[in-house]
């Protein structure tokens, strides 16, 4: 079956442990991209990677790393999470080319909490 | 600034009749709009798209309008159905390397039985 997938599902995490949050796809993507989720803001992205080695910054990068070392995976890193990156995160993925015929396909998200 | 506006937190509906979504942006250069559907605990899934050069794109109960004076653009859902009760997202494409989505917030849509 054709999916992204992320994990963990769920974390909760104290201010200032490391964390990686991984996300994987099997369709052979050229295009990963990660979003945040926040009330009444909608999804944000953070990053994105048009294939492997090249990463570049989406809207709210601040505070987050990521790396694409194979096609497959694009791991989220918080090296020293704090509160206000509590969120729902979503990992996304489409073919290269254009956008009008390959839309993003997403995870089923991951709920990270840091107190 | 939010670009794309989704003004309306919430839509309820009875089952059978249509629900219509709205959806408003700033950016005049956005060249391609998505409606992405989500479930509770899962991620969004795409549902239709159009283009900036067409003003209607139908996909069985679906159908998506796109008014470019008014950039504003509407989802039709009919006959609406329990199960179509989810959040829906309005999201903007301006094309490029990247072609980011920008999204709205989102509109709750419940359908009752």
């Known amino acids: 079956e054709a999916q992204v997938t992320q994990n963990p599902r769920y974390l909760i995490t104290v201010t200032g442990k490391k964390l990686t949050v991984t996300c994987s796809q099997n369709?052979?993507?050229?295009?990963m991209s990660w979003y945040r989720q926040d009330p009444g803001l909608g999804l944000r992205q953070i990053y994105y990677s048009m294939n492997v080695e090249v990463t570049d910054k989406g809207d709210v990068p601040e505070g987050y790393k990521v790396s694409r070392k194979e096609k497959r995976n694009f791991p989220l890193i918080l090296e020293s999470p704090s509160p206000n990156q509590t969120s729902l995160y979503f990992c996304?993925?489409?073919?290269?080319?254009?956008?009008?015929?390959?839309?993003?396909?997403f995870g089923n998200g991951t709920r990270l909490t840091v107190t | 600034d939010q670009q794309v506006k989704q003004n309306s937190p919430s839509l309820s509906v009875q089952e059978g009749r249509i629900s219509i979504l709205n959806c408003d942006y700033t950016n005049s250069m956005f060249d391609y709009f998505l409606w992405y559907k989500k479930y509770p605990a899962e991620g969004p899934t795409f549902l239709i798209s159009i283009s900036s050069i067409k003003d209607k794109n139908e996909d069985g109960r679906f159908t998506v309008f796109l008014n470019k004076s008014a950039k504003h653009l509407s989802l039709h859902i009919v006959p609406s159905q329990p199960g179509d009760s989810a959040v829906y997202f309005c999201?903007?494409?301006?094309?490029?390397?990247?072609?980011?989505?920008?999204f709205g917030k989102g509109i709750t849509l419940s359908v009752r039985p």
């Open positions: 996304a993925s489409r073919p290269w080319g254009s956008v009008y015929n390959s839309p993003l396909h």
């Open positions: 999201a903007a494409v301006l094309t490029g390397a990247n072609s980011k989505l920008t």
């Open positions: 369709m052979n993507h050229e295009y």
